[in-house]
């Protein structure tokens, strides 16, 4: 007796597992990886927007020489990397970045750049 009660209760697990199992790997689904995909595109778009408008910003700065400065922006932290002719255009690029709507956190790794050797 005590044996049937226990197979029966091993079938009734083995079924709750297995509709556990299925649920799972329903919800891994193409179509449930969809949204992530287009969530990525959507966040490329924003973070292209994001490069233009610092770009834009940091052009439209006075005293400012930004034609050495790459914009890298991943999310919400916008990187600055290249060179500047002095160290307060270094600060000024920061300031203005961080300005800019969308931008959180600024990583400022400009470096000033070499004078030429006559």
């Known amino acids: 007796m005590q044996i049937r ?3 029966g209760a091993s079938v009734v697990v083995a079924s709750l597992l297995s509709t556990i199992a299925y649920a799972q790997t329903d919800a891994d689904s193409p179509s449930a990886s969809a949204p992530a995909a287009s969530d990525k595109k959507a966040l ?6 994001t490069s233009k ?3 834009r910003a940091l052009a439209a700065t ?3 020489v930004s034609s050495n400065i790459a914009i890298l922006v991943k999310g919400e932290v916008v990187t600055l990397v290249g060179t500047v002719p002095d160290n307060a255009q270094i600060q ?3 300031d203005v970045t961080k300005g800019v709507p969308n ?3 600024v990583d400022n790794r400009l470096i000033l750049e070499e004078e030429a050797s006559h």
């Open 62 to 64: 006075k005293g400012l």
């Open 44 to 49: 490329r778009l924003q973070n292209r927007q």
């Open 103 to 105: 931008v959180q956190n």
């Open 92 to 94: 000024l690029a920061g």
């Open 5 to 7: 009660l226990f197979i």
């Open 53 to 55: 408008s610092v770009r």
